[in-house]
């Protein structure tokens, strides 16, 4: 994809939330892989942050420390990620706080609904999926899967859990504007997380939400995405360069949950350079400087 040596990986999950490596093993994970910097980019959570940070500090890996934020976007999933976030400031940690109550609150509307299928979990029985951060969808996933009430994780969202599925809940989101604020009050910047889950196949349409979004606050879109087809990829870098966004990639790694996606490297075709970070960290300063 962009480069042909993989040294880099921007979009990473832990068991913060719902990857299920530790951020202490997915250091050493990407370590022993080769790469020189990960960010850590958990579910609306940065629990995962201060222990990568001491780990990459050990080994000699830079960690961008970052995070996934759901935010409200009605025709389709939107998160956006925030890179070099301090994860100590209060406000992130309020506006995170309302987040995880709402998903706890959402976590109770999946149990009801479920039991209204006449499928009983108990939200004991889905902490005890493999890993418990930020409880959500996947490890109702593994909780279906353990019941036999599904046979793999990908058959329990398509029978149950897949947005708008019988199972599914909604749960409160910030709008993408207060996310972003937040995000940039916490010193970081502002990516676009996988653009195709924006669910707009009109190139114009998907354009007139960059462009909101950037008239926001956005300051790059994630480019390099292993489910991106060449032709996505083409015009996601199209699109960022035409409107001063900058390019970001990885692989969204989440360890078991997914495990055909491999940290680095995605499927096995993605190779992403320490260019990119370079720009994304020229973006960094830039934004600090008030620019
Ligand atoms: P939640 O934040 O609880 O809504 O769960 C979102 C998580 O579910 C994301 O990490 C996705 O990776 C995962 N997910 C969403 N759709 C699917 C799917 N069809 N198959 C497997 N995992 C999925
Ligand atoms: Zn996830
Ligand atoms: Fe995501
Ligand atoms: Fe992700």
Redesign the pocket.
């Known amino acids: 994809m962009a480069a042909s040596v993989m040294e880099i990986d921007l979009h990473i999950?832990t068991t913060a939330?719902?990857g299920t490596m530790s951020p202490t093993a997915v250091v050493r994970y990407a370590k022993e892989k080769g790469l020189r910097a990960i960010a850590i980019t958990d579910?609306?959570t940065v629990e995962g942050i201060a222990e990568g940070l001491r780990e990459g500090g050990k080994l000699g890996l830079e960690v961008i420390p970052g995070v996934e934020l759901?935010v409200d976007f009605p025709k389709g999933t939107m998160h956006l990620l925030g890179y070099y976030i301090d994860h100590t400031c209060a406000e992130l940690l309020d506006k995170l706080t309302i987040v995880q109550g709402a998903?706890a609150e959402?976590n109770l509307k999946m149990i009801e609904k479920l039991r209204g299928l006449g499928i009983e979990i108990e939200l004991s029985e889905v902490k005890e999926a493999p890993e418990h951060g930020?409880?959500?969808?996947?490890?109702?996933?593994y909780a279906l899967v353990q019941k036999g009430h599904a046979q793999n994780?990908?058959d329990?969202?398509?029978r149950y859990?897949?947005?708008g599925g019988p199972a599914y809940a909604e749960?409160f989101k910030f709008s993408p504007e207060k996310a972003m604020s937040v995000v940039h009050k916490a010193g970081g910047i502002t990516v676009l997380a996988h653009p195709f889950t924006l669910n707009q196949p009109q190139q114009k349409d998907l354009e007139d939400v960059i462009v909101e979004l950037k008239a926001q606050g956005l300051d790059g879109i994630e480019t390099y995405y292993p489910e991106h087809s060449e032709g996505q990829t083409k015009l996601y870098r199209s699109l960022a360069q035409k409107h001063g966004l900058v390019l970001t990639g990885g692989s969204?790694f989440?360890g078991f949950?997914?495990d055909e996606v491999d940290i680095g490297e995605g499927y096995g075709d993605m190779a992403l350079s320490h260019n990119l970070l370079d720009e994304l960290q020229a973006r960094r300063e830039a934004r600090l400087r008030g620019l």
């Open positions: 999950h939330s719902d579910h609306d759901s998903r959402r930020q409880i959500g969808r996947p490890h109702f996933a994780i990908q329990a969202f398509e859990l897949r947005k749960k969204d989440h949950n997914k």
